[in-house]
């Protein structure tokens, strides 16, 4: 069964580059295993499922060319929360727990067995709390092989 079989959005352009027509078209779909509102469903669950995970495919075609580009994101794929209230930044909470270490290894292993080879970017920010979650993403994934 397909992890992404839920088509969010779907975008087509046709475009006039110098003499050339070029068509771009835009694909994201979002997987159906953790979706929820974005503070509301933060982190990973045991399974290494990333919450709110999206794939966005670009694609650009001209007379003589073929291209696509295929990205994914999702919540920072470790175990944590973030307790929302009024506040402007909700305060979060990363969750220590024994099996952390596997959760981002079956995440990254079914990423490298659906797409092959990954670079991970890290988005968050590098103070406070989620200085707190950038430093312990990035301590995971000092484990994680074959992952740029």
């Not at 503070?39 to 696509?68: C, K, P, V």
């Not at 990035?138 to 992952?147: D, F, I, L, R």
């Amino acid at each position: 069964m397909s992890r992404l079989n839920v088509v969010s959005s779907f975008q087509v352009a046709e475009l006039k580059l110098k003499d050339s027509h070029v068509m771009v078209t835009l694909i994201s779909r979002r997987c159906n295993r953790r979706l929820g509102t974005r503070m509301w469903r933060r982190g990973a669950n045991l399974e290494g499922d990333a919450a709110n995970f999206i794939e966005t495919e670009q694609l650009l075609e001209t007379e003589r060319f073929r291209s696509s580009f295929l990205q994914v994101r999702g919540s920072v794929p470790l175990l944590w929360e973030q307790i929302v209230d009024l506040s402007y930044k909700p305060h979060l909470s990363v969750i220590k727990h024994e099996e952390t270490p596997i959760v981002v290894e079956r995440h990254f292993n079914d990423l490298s067995q659906r797409y092959g080879e990954i670079i991970a970017v890290d988005l968050t920010d590098k103070h406070g709390e989620e200085g707190q979650l950038s430093a312990a993403y990035a301590a995971a994934m000092q484990n994680v092989p074959n992952v740029r």
